[in-house]
DNA sequence: CGGACTTATTTAAACTGCTTATGCAATTCC
DNA sequence: GGAATTGCATAAGCAGTTTAAATAAGTCCG
């Protein structure tokens, strides 16, 4: 039931808290040059390395199309490239090139920062919840990724 | 020194899972009708009462004529209202209405049900430490909203 | 094998929502 | 009481979407 659930667990405080994190970290694309939508298809080809445009268009939130076009201004400008699939002719395999695997890092290592000049605001007892709390947080983070 | 920080945090991994959880909650918007912009400022508005476009230009990442055009498509929506300011004739108070509250309302019920259901698929260990490192991440999610 | 259907991508046209530039009215500052 | 400032609106333009339709390669039978 849901009763002890609630006793161990506010998923309301933590729904807020990650809304918190999420809208200022959103805030983050707007200072550089890159969108949202751009920052999020790198960071996808950097982790899961050279992907089908079918692919993106399944884990980024736009149409196909829109990645067909955002795929061909970030080919301009030397972020990604195209490349044949070896199996099928008619699609394409889109990779990061070291220029936009580059702007990715870069992004990590500025979060890196920001949260590091964070946890320096906080106690060390905050900071060693936080700390025996990452794995699970990192799980939690992986399971929302297929929760449809 | 950096050193003993290291020791008990990883800034890296709560940057990552913190960046997952983020791109994961921005598809939410992408569902129902309302852009991320518009559900930001309804959220802002929900918390802090009615406010000057003035000061929703400091608070969301838009320019002032994009606030003024915004709080006009909202305004046509029925979901917020413009009042004069009582003492300067120039401003315009924005205050949300029912309808862009009960928005605001099921967005977060619909985040309390996701978040949820994941912390049902973790172990009755996990939860704990999630929770008893809510108030340090709450905390932290509140100083990022000064972190410039 | 060959035609019908499906799949992967592109192209084209239209629309949304942002930006910069500008205007105007109310306020503030000597 | 005029000059500068502030708060918002309007206008024009542009970027990045969307939907609709085209092209080309692969698949599936009969």
Redesign the interface.
Known sequence: MAGH?AL????????????????????LP?RDKYS?TTL?VL?TLTRKGPMRLTALTATE?ITQPAVTQLVTRLEGEGLVERHPAPEDRRAVLVRVTDAGARIINGR?QE??R?????????T??????????????????????G?V
Chains 1, 2 share one sequence.
């Open positions: 659930r161990d667990f506010d998923a309301d405080e933590l729904a807020s808290a990650i809304e918190e994190f999420t809208r200022n970290n959103i805030r707007a949202f999020s960071h939130q990590r979060r890196v920001r949260f590091t000049e964070l946890a320096d605001q906080l060390p007892e905050e900071r060693h919840s936080i700390a025996a709390a990452l794995p699970a947080l990192t799980r939690m983070a992986a399971l929302m990724d929760q």
